[in-house]
Each structure stands twice: as C-alpha cells, then as structure tokens.
C-alpha cells in the first residue's frame, strides 16, 4: 500500500509538470513570434538590398511608402531603389550590432538598427529605421529612413524661400540648394536639402546658384556659380557636378566680364546635338575691347 501510494504521488507530480510547461519549448507566445518575424522581415531586406533583387524588394514594402522623408507610391519607391543601385554600383550595407524593436501604435512596429553603407568608395554608418505597417496579416514597410536624413529635412524652416530645386546626386528625389557664407572667411557654402555634402566655394562673398540641368547627361543637374566678389568686372563662372560622391569643376572657370552679363549672354548653355558638349560663351579683351567668343567644351 505504502509503494502504491508513492508511485500515486510521483505520477501527479510528473502530471502537474508536464502541465505546467506547457508550450515552454517549442511555442513561443504571441511577442516572441512578432518579433522573430520583424527581425527575419529586416534580415530579408537588409540581404534583398545588397542583392539588388528587385523582386525580393517589392515583396516587401507597401503600397505608400514614406521613404526617406518623401511621400512615396510603391512604383516611385521601387524607381527610386532601382536608380540609386544604378548610380552605386559599389553599394553594400551591413546592419550592425542588435535590432531595436518598437511599437508606435495599433498595426505600427519600427525598427531601430545601425547600419554601415559602402558607396563610392566610402563607409558610413547611420542610426537607421524601418517601420512596417500590419497588412493583411502580413507585416510591409511603411517607411524607411535615418536620422541623419530626418534631421536635415524635419523641418521646412530650415530650407530658405530663394532655395533651388534640382536633383543634384542623381538619385531621382527633389533636392534644394542655397548659398550661406561662412564668418570671418573669405568663402562660401552651398548647402543642400537631403544627405548631400556641402559645396564650399573658394574667393567669394556671396552668389546666387543656378541650377545648369543635366549638362553631361550622367543623370545629375550641374550647378553654376558667379560668387561674388569686391574688385574689378572680370569674374570667373564655375560650374560645379557631384561624382563619385564629391563636388567637381566640370570645367575650368569661364572668365566674364561685366558687359557680358548687360548683354544677358549666358556662360553655358548645352549643346543639345552632342552629348556631354557645351557652348562655352567667354569674355576676352583684344585690341577691339572687350569680345564675347564662343567655343565648345566637353564636360567631366
């Protein structure tokens, strides 16, 4: 009686805890499965991304996309990706470090991660995002971003009214760009909207930039500048392009001088028969006076 009364006591303890582990190894509770799906859903991207599968990335992202602070429809964003895997062929990004998960609210999860990007030759590492939106039971990112980008377009004070549309690095989102000088200097800085770095602009106390249009036709619009300056008539025009991820002299300075800008002949205009050319309008002092020629210029 005694052995059968211990087998009994052993046999409900074995029970209640079977019972009581239910689940414990193999069924993860609801968080644990949200979770597992948005780090394997951040995984896929981050891999899609460095792949360039295109078909991957449309699997993923929703049919509005906040994309790097642009209101996006799902075919813009896809464009947008496709252009810029064109222009960095170079591209890879690397998530480092753990994922950061966050609910924002009801259906909104972001995710919170550093991420390393190689182009052009260069390394930097952001404090990025990804937000997905809860879509017919599946999870689509509804924006992407980092804070470096948030910060230069969270607010529109920050862009003056005489800023300059364009799309100065080509990756087919509209930038702004506007001239500051710099104190105590004897320069300037252009300055854009977006993650564009600065133009700093040499012998100058002031200017207006001008957007030149795509005058190489690599996909970028060049800028032009005649910078201000206290003595004489004759100034320099430059003319500026972003390659490879930094500013160039598209060509050497084209001298100018005042009656040219009283007769509004412009610098540069684009030779429209052969790509890559310019007109090159310059000032030159002969022994006619001051001559406006004509030659054309091939471009970087």
Request: aromatic content about 10%.
């Given at each position: 009686m005694k052995k059968f009364v211990e087998v009994l006591f052993v046999s409900l303890c074995l029970i209640y805890l079977f019972a009581s582990c239910n689940g414990c190894g193999g069924k993860k509770t609801e968080p644990e499965k949200r979770e597992l799906s948005l780090n394997e859903l951040t995984s896929i991207w981050n891999e899609a991304n460095n792949n360039r599968d295109i078909n991957v990335l449309k699997s993923l992202y929703?049919?509005?996309?906040?994309?790097?602070q642009y209101r996006y429809t799902f075919d813009e964003c896809i464009k947008s990706k496709i252009e810029y895997f064109e222009k960095y062929p170079d591209f890879k990004q690397k998530i480092e470090?753990?994922?950061?998960?966050?609910?924002?609210?009801?259906?909104?999860?972001?995710?919170?991660?550093?991420?390393?990007v190689i182009r052009g030759g260069e390394e930097e590492k952001v404090a990025a995002y990804l937000v997905f939106r809860r879509h017919n039971e599946t999870w689509k990112i509804f924006a992407e971003s980092d804070l470096n980008t948030d910060r230069?377009?969270?607010?529109?004070?920050?862009?003056?009214?005489?800023?300059?549309?364009?799309?100065?690095?080509?990756?087919?989102?509209?930038?702004?760009?506007?001239?500051?000088?710099?104190?105590?200097?004897?320069?300037?800085k252009i300055r854009f909207s977006g993650n564009i770095a600065p133009l700093i602009v040499g012998t100058c106390l002031g200017g207006s930039p001008v957007n030149e249009g795509?005058?190489?036709?690599d996909g970028t619009?060049?800028?032009?500048l005649l910078p201000v300056w206290e003595t004489s008539c004759w100034k320099g025009y430059f003319v500026y392009t972003f390659k490879d991820n930094q500013w160039l002299e598209a060509l050497e300075p084209v001298p100018t001088h005042c009656i040219q800008w009283e007769k509004n002949i412009?610098?540069?205009?684009?030779d429209s028969t052969r790509k890559a050319y310019v007109f090159v309008n310059y000032s030159e002092l002969t022994d006619e006076g001051i001559e406006i020629k004509t030659k054309t210029v091939k471009l970087q």
């Open positions: 929703d049919t509005i996309v906040h994309f790097y470090g753990k994922i950061f998960i966050d609910s924002i609210k009801t259906g909104f999860v972001r995710i919170n991660f550093t991420k390393a230069l377009l969270s607010s529109g004070a920050q862009i003056p009214g005489n800023a300059v549309e364009g799309d100065y690095n080509g990756d087919g989102i509209t930038d702004y760009m506007w001239l500051e000088t710099i104190d105590k200097t004897e320069e300037c795509d005058l190489n036709d619009d060049e800028i032009g412009l610098p540069v205009v684009k």
